[in-house]
């Protein structure tokens, strides 16, 4: 009788579960298809960056591109202007007799283009360069590689008002340690007073403060290239010189990509260097700081000024980097470890 009941339970649920089964079958569930829920993923993750960018970027300088256009009067009031504050910007480029930098041959306008220019200059050929280097040094487990590198970083992680104020006391004519080393080398008594002195410094600031930001980011690059490669190179009798440059180079390349594009974004976005260590005295106005100054100064005309500069620097220079960034970038092809 066990027997008995025992199979017609397995059958009685046997029974249920295909009752289960074709009840399913007549109404199935709707599932999203794959595609879908990563569409939708997207989507959602894409919210929040895209609203930020309308709220903070879009609604913010709309008004500036409008402004660019116009001219500002007294009263508040702006009026259409078309490109004449374009054409404003290029005649005093070209034929601003403004001088007040001793130069006979150099304008202020164009002195703040090349002093905005030179930032590019020297991020890329001098600060990287040594960067590379001190990075590819301290990745061979020198003694105290890591104490180095904190070293290097400190500047990052000290506010920039206080760095600012630190390195410009290192050259002051009463208590600075520099002075006399400076004077020595042939600089004026006042290094941040007269161009191209001032500017000089204001460049040896920005290496000196961005040399730790570099390290550590190509330091992260270089310590990520698999050990095999330089195991490789040693038993080609590959020495530094041939390793560096035929090993870590391309391995790392799309990281030097990187910062070669953030020093040349530079020419553009740096200002707060040169307002803390001179307030622009000295002709070290860059495209940036002259922008700065011109919107504090909260007059429409000044405001419409800034607005052409900045528009017209960034359709002239955005395509540049954009180049620089295309054929940099097919240098080295294909790097994946």
Request: charged share 15%; hydrophobic share 50%.
């Amino acid at each position: 009788m066990n027997d008995i009941d025992v199979n017609t339970n397995l059958e009685e649920d046997k029974t249920n579960l295909n009752a289960r089964a074709n009840a399913f079958n007549k109404h199935p569930q709707k599932h999203l298809s794959r595609k879908t829920r990563d569409y939708i993923f997207v989507i959602i993750m894409l919210f929040y960056p895209i609203l930020q960018f309308v709220i903070t970027w879009s609604f913010v300088n709309i008004n500036s591109l409008m402004h660019a256009f116009q001219y500002g009067r007294i009263d508040g009031t702006y009026e259409w202007a078309g490109f004449d504050q374009f054409a404003i910007i290029f005649d005093d480029l070209f034929n601003s007799k403004l001088n007040t930098t001793g130069v006979s041959w150099l304008n202020n306008t164009s002195v703040i283009l090349l002093n905005s220019i030179g930032f590019a200059f020297i991020t890329i050929f001098i600060s990287l360069p040594l960067s590379l280097l001190f990075s590819y040094f301290l990745s061979k487990k020198m003694p105290l590689a890591n104490v180095f590198r904190a070293i290097f970083f400190l500047p990052n992680i000290i506010p920039v008002v206080a760095l600012a104020f630190a390195f410009a006391m290192g050259f002051d004519s009463t208590y600075g340690y520099l002075y006399d080393f400076m004077r020595w080398l042939g600089f004026s008594d006042k290094f941040f007073g007269v161009w191209p002195t001032s500017q000089i410094m204001v460049y040896i600031y920005c290496i000196w403060a961005g040399l730790g930001y570099n390290v550590i980011l190509l330091s992260g690059a270089i310590g990520r290239i698999p050990k095999e490669l330089f195991e490789s190179a040693k038993l080609d009798h590959a020495g530094y010189f041939k390793e560096f440059f035929h090993v870590v180079i391309p391995c790392i390349w799309p990281t030097i990509v990187t910062l070669v594009i953030l020093g040349m974004t530079n020419v553009l976005t740096l200002y707060l260097q040169p307002l803390l260590l001179t307030n622009g005295e000295g002709n070290t106005y860059t495209i940036s700081l002259d922008i700065f100054l011109a919107t504090a100064s909260y007059s429409p005309a000044q405001y419409c000024s800034a607005a052409a500069k900045g528009l017209l620097c960034s359709a002239i220079w955005a395509p540049v980097i954009m180049l620089v960034r295309h054929f940099m970038s097919k240098k080295y092809q294909g790097v994946d470890y």
